[in-house]
Protein backbone atom coordinates (compact mmCIF):
# COMPACT_ATOMS: atom_id res chain seq x y z
CA UNK A 1 0.00 0.00 0.00
CA UNK A 2 1.58 3.67 -1.00
CA UNK A 3 -0.24 6.23 0.70
CA UNK A 4 0.30 10.09 0.74
CA UNK A 5 -1.07 12.87 2.86
CA UNK A 6 -1.77 16.42 1.09
CA UNK A 7 -2.73 19.38 2.71
CA UNK A 8 -6.43 18.80 2.49
CA UNK A 9 -6.58 15.05 0.98
CA UNK A 10 -5.07 11.83 0.37
CA UNK A 11 -4.11 9.98 -2.14
CA UNK A 12 -3.95 5.93 -1.26
CA UNK A 13 -2.98 2.86 -3.67
CA UNK A 14 -4.19 -0.14 -2.13
CA UNK A 15 -5.28 -3.72 -3.41
CA UNK A 16 -8.71 -5.10 -2.85
CA UNK A 17 -10.57 -8.13 -4.02
CA UNK A 18 -12.44 -8.11 -6.93
CA UNK A 19 -15.67 -9.21 -5.06
CA UNK A 20 -15.49 -5.70 -2.67
CA UNK A 21 -16.95 -2.63 -4.27
CA UNK A 22 -14.14 0.49 -4.17
CA UNK A 23 -16.85 2.07 -2.37
CA UNK A 24 -16.79 -0.38 0.73
CA UNK A 25 -13.30 -0.53 0.59
CA UNK A 26 -12.85 3.31 0.70
CA UNK A 27 -15.78 3.35 3.74
CA UNK A 28 -13.63 0.66 5.99
CA UNK A 29 -10.39 2.78 5.07
CA UNK A 30 -11.99 5.73 6.44
CA UNK A 31 -13.52 4.21 8.86
CA UNK A 32 -10.61 2.37 10.49
CA UNK A 33 -8.10 5.42 10.00
CA UNK A 34 -10.70 7.08 12.32
CA UNK A 35 -10.90 4.94 14.63
CA UNK A 36 -7.32 4.32 15.25
CA UNK A 37 -6.66 8.49 14.92
CA UNK A 38 -9.39 9.07 17.84
CA UNK A 39 -7.94 5.87 19.70
CA UNK A 40 -4.40 7.04 19.21
CA UNK A 41 -5.75 11.26 19.81
CA UNK A 42 -8.52 11.11 22.36
CA UNK A 43 -8.51 15.03 22.17
CA UNK A 44 -9.31 15.15 18.65
CA UNK A 45 -12.50 13.74 19.12
CA UNK A 46 -13.58 16.95 21.13
CA UNK A 47 -12.95 18.65 17.57
CA UNK A 48 -15.03 16.47 15.72
CA UNK A 49 -17.82 15.89 18.21
CA UNK A 50 -20.30 14.00 16.04
CA UNK A 51 -17.71 11.11 15.45
CA UNK A 52 -17.28 12.37 11.86
CA UNK A 53 -13.28 12.71 10.84
CA UNK A 54 -13.36 12.35 6.99
CA UNK A 55 -15.98 14.23 4.82
CA UNK A 56 -18.56 12.08 2.82
CA UNK A 57 -16.76 12.81 -0.59
CA UNK A 58 -14.56 9.96 -2.13
CA UNK A 59 -12.74 9.39 -5.50
CA UNK A 60 -11.58 5.79 -6.64
CA UNK A 61 -10.53 5.21 -9.62
CA UNK A 62 -8.16 1.73 -11.34
CA UNK A 63 -4.90 1.79 -12.26
CA UNK A 64 -5.25 -1.24 -13.48
CA UNK A 65 -4.20 0.57 -17.56
CA UNK A 66 -0.97 1.47 -15.83
CA UNK A 67 1.84 -0.03 -13.98
CA UNK A 68 2.50 0.29 -10.19
CA UNK A 69 5.36 2.07 -10.74
CA UNK A 70 3.57 4.72 -12.94
CA UNK A 71 0.97 5.41 -9.89
CA UNK A 72 3.64 5.73 -7.48
CA UNK A 73 5.45 8.28 -9.56
CA UNK A 74 2.14 10.10 -10.17
CA UNK A 75 2.00 10.51 -6.39
CA UNK A 76 5.34 11.87 -6.26
CA UNK A 77 5.29 14.36 -8.75
CA UNK A 78 1.63 15.43 -7.21
CA UNK A 79 3.09 15.95 -3.81
CA UNK A 80 5.76 17.75 -5.40
CA UNK A 81 3.22 20.25 -6.99
CA UNK A 82 1.52 20.83 -4.20
CA UNK A 83 4.51 21.50 -1.54
CA UNK A 84 5.82 23.86 -4.24
CA UNK A 85 2.13 25.92 -4.11
CA UNK A 86 2.24 25.43 -0.63
CA UNK A 87 5.64 27.57 -0.40
CA UNK A 88 4.81 30.58 -2.65
CA UNK A 89 1.95 31.49 -0.95
Do not use: C, Q
Request: aromatic fraction near 8%; avoid cysteine.
Amino acid sequence: MEIEVDVDHIHLIASIPLTMAPSKALNLIKGFSAYLLFKIVPNLRLRYRKGHLWSKGKFAASVGHITLENAKKYLEEHHAKSIKGISTL
